[in-house]
Structures are given as C-alpha cells and as structure tokens.
C-alpha cells in the first residue's frame, strides 16, 4: 500500500477540515456581529414594549449638535419699556393684567402667535421669544421661550407664558402673562454631537424612571440650566421626556444630551 499517498490524502482532509472550520468561525462571527447590531436597535423598543409602556413613534437615532451655554438673567428694570416694573419688583420676571383682555382665535398657527407677542407693546423683548409650545407638563398654558441656533430653551429663566381663558368655542381671552428673558447668550466650548432620544430614553428606562405600564407622551431637545455662577448661568442642551404612569400623573424627565445622564431637579448655585 502506498503509504505516502495516503498520508498526503490525510494531510489535505486535515487542511480542508481546518479551512471549513476557521471559515465557519469567521462567519459566525460576522453573523453575530450583525444580530448584535440588529438587537441594539430593537432593544429599547422590544423592552418598553414587553413593559407595556407606550410610546407614540419610533425612537429617533438621528445625531443633532449643540453648546454649552453662558447667559444673564435680563434686568427688567434696566429696560426702556412703558410697563417696566417698580424696583421694588422682582427685576428678573415680568409680569402683568392687560387692561383690556385680548380676543383671540385659538386656531392661531405658530407664525400668528409670534406675531401677536412681538406686535404687543405691553410685552418687552417680544421679537426674542420664537419658539411656541415648550414641552410642560401643565397644559393650561401657553409657554414660549428663547431659541439658540434652533434650539430652544426649556428653562424657567426663559419664557414667556400667557394666561389665558376660554371665552367661547373657537376663541380665547388672553387675559395678561408673565415672562422672563436670558441676555448675553454666548457659547463656552464647540459645537458637540449629542446623544439621540433613543439613548435618551434607553438611559431613562435602565435608570427605572419610565414606570411599567407607563406612558412616553412628547420629548423635546432644547437648553436647561445646570448650575449658576457668579451670576452666570450655564445650560447644556436635553433631553426632556413627558412621562405618565399607569395613575394617570405625569412628570417630566431629563437626559443630559452631552453625558447621556439623568438631570436632577435641583439647580445649583456655584459660588467662588
């Protein structure tokens, strides 16, 4: 018998069983790596879901930009304004009863109510406020606020919010507001890419803030205030996240957008 011969036989069925098994492992490889991906995105969804938590679209992944910010409380007493308040007001809010309610469609598109709040002398500072409808969780108001290269601000140091009364099917009283406004807004690092609502939400659920059987009813990415210093405060952009449990109460979350971590309520203030 011809040893050699088989010995070679041998040796190519090893190196052929060897090359199945290398190109076996290699595959299953890629194929893990691609189920891997695929779950990722599923997850969050998949694990809300199995919670019975409702939430009203698809998690965005979609990659926005923003700063951190620097800006002053604007002083309304230093203000050229007919309705400024006395000095023995709070400075930083202003506030006031329109004389004569005003008469208003409650069909108004976003464009019309920015014109109504610019166009009235009794509000100051109207044209700065462009963004209408903050995310809140109190319905009863209508809120408007200070946008930064479009973003807005979700920060009770900017807004503006009217107080309103419904007269009749089809129209409102606008009865009076209340308002505060941000000065000298200006950036403090370069633009950064922040974390989508996806990682948002995800970072909420694993951090047992969204309840089982609760509900995600709106986000927003807009500007909250972090800390204040020496005057100064500073926002970073987040996520806000409306949220309502199986009771029916309904609480709002936020998600640094930058560390991809959940914001106290408590506002701090830094003095050096």
Known sequence: MDFKRIELIFLCAFLSLNLFLCYSYYQGKINQAQNTEVNSVATIETRLTSDKISFPKKLSEDVSEGYYLSAAATDFTEIEHDYTPKESQNKYTFGMAF??????????????WLSFIKENPQIAL??????????TDNKEVRTFSQIYEELPFNDETSELVLEEVEESKGSLLVTGFMQSHLSEIEPLREKQELITEKEAIDTLYMGNKI??????????????RIFTIRGKNVYVPAW?????DNKKNVHMERVNAFANSIISPNVSEVKK
Not at 211 to 224: D, F, K, R, V
């Open 99 to 112: 004389s004569t309610p005003e008469k208003i469609s409650n069909k108004l598109s976003d464009k019309e």
């Open 126 to 135: 109207g044209k700065d406020y462009k963004s209408v409808h903050k995310l």
């Open 211 to 224: 309840p089982y059987e609760g509900s995600i009813l709106q986000t927003q990415l807009a500007y909250t």
């Open 240 to 244: 806000f996240v409306l949220i309502k």
